[in-house]
């Protein structure tokens, strides 16, 4: 089944406490990127990646990293993570220019 | 920047009422426009999409066309139901993809 797979769903976390989220698709993406969904502000992308090695900071980049060494997987680094960055999170893929995949979601807590 | 501007809800209709979710856009090259629905406690779901302009997309009765002179993909439906109720999101993708604020639909019986 086509599908692009987050883990994990929930997390509660603490201030400063390094964490990743993976974000997994299996449909030979070149394109993935990362959003977080807040109320009223709708989907922001934080950061996408065209291909392999390659990514580039989308509109709300600070206070997260992203890899992106094989083209299935593109995770999500907090580093330090703060309490602003608690948030439902998207991952997405596709085709450059077409239709994007969203994976499930990540809801984020941090104390 | 690119943008998405889409009209701000929640919009409550009574079902089989007609629906109207305006979404117009600014964008620096030739995007491809979509429209997205979000079910409670769900991921993001294609609704539909078209790739240049007077292009229509249609999908479970819903339908928007691609306008490049007014800049605009509006979407509409002619009779709503209950389970429609979900949150719209128009987009556009050139390089990168970007969502308009999300549109809350509630269709009461």
């Known amino acids: 089944e086509a599908q692009v797979t987050q883990n994990p769903r929930y997390l509660i976390t603490v201030t400063g406490k390094k964490l990743t989220v993976t974000c997994s698709q299996n449909?030979?993406?070149?394109?993935m990127s990362w959003y977080r969904q807040d109320p009223g502000l709708g989907l922001r992308q934080i950061y996408y990646?065209?291909?392999?090695?390659?990514?580039d900071k989308g509109d709300v980049p600070e206070g997260y990293k992203v890899s992106r060494k094989e083209k299935r997987n593109f995770p999500l680094i907090l580093e330090s993570p703060s309490p602003n960055q608690t948030s439902l999170y998207f991952c997405?893929?596709?085709?450059?220019?077409?239709?994007?995949?969203f994976g499930p979601g990540t809801r984020l807590t941090v104390l | 920047g690119d943008s998405v501007t889409q009209m701000e809800g929640p919009v409550t209709l009574s079902e089989e009422a007609f629906l109207t979710i305006n979404c117009t856009y600014t964008?620096?090259?030739?995007?491809?426009l979509f429209w997205y629905v979000q079910y409670p406690g769900e991921g993001l779901q294609l609704l539909l999409k078209?790739?240049?302009?007077?292009d229509k997309g249609s999908n479970k009765g819903f339908e928007a066309t691609y306008r490049k002179e007014t800049t605009s993909f509006h979407l509409e439906k002619g009779s709503v139901q209950v389970s429609d109720s979900a949150v719209y999101f128009c987009?556009?993708?050139?390089?990168?993809?970007?969502f308009g604020a999300g549109t809350r639909l509630t269709v009461k019986p």
């Open positions: 990646s065209m291909n392999v090695e390659v990514t």
């Open positions: 997405a893929s596709g085709r450059i220019a077409d239709t994007q995949y």
């Open positions: 964008a620096t090259g030739y995007p491809s």
């Open positions: 078209a790739t240049k302009a007077d």
């Open positions: 987009a556009l993708m050139v390089n990168d993809m970007r």
């Open positions: 449909m030979n993406h070149e394109y």
